[in-house]
């Protein structure tokens, strides 16, 4: 009966069409079911046998190497086509979008990842999202990346059927990372309803290093559901919108429930309760702004606001983009079956194209809704491209980039004093009153006191006034920058005697200046 089967259903590979014909003659064939839909037929009513040469007439090179359907049902025979036509316009726009949003996510999510790592402070909300960052880069390119180039190349994808432990491999990571990322936004989410339900508790329970156990804890147990993948080629994609077959065509009736929970796992019960979690920390999040807004400071109540809206945008973009999977799926579970020639197959087929766009278009956008609610994110991606390109002007990362950064004085010693480090930069020129006065109180005692010395005290008090020191102060977590006119060596030259005396009196009678 194969061997019939086969010899009926032979189809070109040239023509995107004719991969979806493929695809449909592999799984007609591995289910051992009958293939009306390639079988000929010879005597068609003369309305169904006008109606469908015109839909095949609008696109011949969708039907190359198709025969029309042995259907009793003229109806159901004509709406099959219309989908196939469908389907086949869908293929056209589809592949390159697919190609489009895996290029321009990789690049947002590298970015975003980028920035994450590179803050000062890091919370346990930037470490989540930082994994997630990560988690959507890998899963972009394991479950669109490869069949993509699989579809593409005919002998790479000989080469995965071939290759059973390739194979398995792929399919183990392919469902780790649809199934990981998805908890990581679960664990975001209750990470946020905690610190609004339990302000107090919030600082012990989510800290940075219980956030890396819950990460690591998370993806163990994913680890041990995905395990089956090694025995069970078929995964929870059995229909795949690549046209790709799995690799393995035997069936694991005892792995069925296995794969159907990890369905639920992904596509279902994370978007219950990320929608639960959501719905309550927006009540609370309104009924605390009605209570408490006027006893709370404006800087804590910007910190707390900047964490919600990213939780809430986050949670928003998963639910709206994976209710749809979640539904088709739920759908394919009710009404799946291994005649793959059905009305429903061809339905979910063509829905899967849609879903699959808006789950791509789900991990490719997280990018904005950072750039939206984190401070300064602008500037550490700024400052980060800058060091990238070697440009001189970059400031902390995490700090607004100012123009007047850096005090570009070429016959100064400059001082810079951070928040982790200290960078000096040493500008000087000899200035040789200053060496002179110097050596002139190196030879003077606390207990001789002449007249000279008391006018001459006289005259740098009133240098001093003159010359006073000018501090410009923003912020208080602000690089400070102090420009002194010394030379490198000028400390070295001071005795153990006389150093106080002159760290407390002529250092600071150089005109300093404290910059930002």
């Excluded at 059927?161 to 199934?179: A, M, P, Q, Y």
């Excluded at 919600?308 to 799946?336: D, Q």
């Excluded at 030379?487 to 760290?503: I, M």
């Amino acid at each position: 009966m194969r061997n019939n089967l086969t010899s009926a259903c032979k189809i070109e590979q040239t023509k995107s069409s004719s991969k979806l014909i493929n695809f449909l003659t592999k799984l007609c064939l591995l289910s051992d079911t009958s293939c009306p839909i390639m079988n000929l037929t010879t005597s068609e009513p003369a309305v169904c046998q006008t109606a469908t040469e015109n839909i095949i007439n609008r696109s011949p090179k969708c039907f190359e190497g198709l025969s029309s359907p042995n259907l009793t049902d003229c109806n159901q025979k004509v709406f099959i086509l219309r989908l196939f036509l469908f389907h086949c316009y869908i293929d056209r726009l589809f592949f390159p979008t697919v190609t489009s949003l895996v290029v321009i996510g990789t690049l947002l999510n590298l970015f975003s990842l980028c920035c994450f790592l590179k803050m000062n402070k890091r919370n346990s909300q930037n470490v989540y999202l930082s994994v997630l960052s990560l988690s959507d880069t890998i899963n972009l390119h394991i479950n669109f990346t490869i069949p993509l180039l699989r579809g593409w190349s005919e002998q790479l994808d000989l080469f995965f059927d071939s290759s059973k432990v390739l194979c398995r491999i792929n399919g183990f990571f392919t469902e780790f990372f649809l199934i990981f990322p998805t908890w990581i936004i679960v664990l975001l989410t209750c990470e946020r309803l905690i610190s609004i339900m339990w302000p107090l508790k919030c600082y012990s329970l989510y800290t940075h290093r219980r956030a890396k156990i819950s990460i690591i804890f998370l993806a163990f147990f994913i680890m041990i559901l995905c395990l089956y993948r090694f025995v069970d080629l078929k995964g929870i994609d059995q229909v795949s919108v690549f046209s790709i077959t799995a690799c393995d065509d035997r069936w694991h009736k005892s792995l069925d429930f296995i794969v159907k929970s990890n369905l639920i796992i992904w596509a279902i019960l994370p978007e219950c309760l990320t929608l639960i979690m959501s719905l309550i920390i927006i009540y609370n999040i309104k009924l605390a702004t009605q209570l408490f807004q006027p006893c709370q400071s404006k800087a804590r109540q910007t910190k707390y606001n900047q964490a919600n809206k990213t939780v809430l945008l986050i949670s928003i973009l998963f639910i709206v983009c994976h209710t749809p999977t979640g539904m088709v799926i739920t759908w394919h579970l009710i009404h799946g079956t291994q005649d793959y020639m059905t009305l429903e197959f061809f339905i979910i087929l063509v829905s899967r194209k849609f879903t699959v766009i808006l789950y791509e278009i789900s991990l490719c956008c997280k990018f904005f809704i950072y750039n939206r609610t984190f401070q300064n994110f602008k500037n550490i991606l700024h400052t980060s491209l800058s060091r990238f390109t070697r440009q001189s002007n970059s400031a902390k990362l995490g700090r607004p980039v100012l123009g007047m950064n850096y005090v570009r004085n070429q016959h100064a010693k400059t001082f810079q004093f951070g928040q982790n480090k200290r960078h000096r930069n040493y500008l000087a020129k000899e200035t040789d009153n200053l060496v002179r006065l110097q050596k002139r109180n190196s030879g003077k005692t606390s207990t001789s006191a002449s007249q000279g010395s008391r006018d001459q005290q006289q005259q740098q008090q009133q240098q001093q006034q003159q010359q006073h020191m000018t501090v410009l102060m923003m912020k208080s977590n602000v690089d400070i920058q102090v420009a002194l006119l010394d030379t490198p060596n000028l400390l070295r030259r001071f005795t153990t005697d006389t150093k106080e005396t002159s760290n407390n009196r002529l250092l600071w009678r150089c005109k300093p200046q404290t910059t930002l």
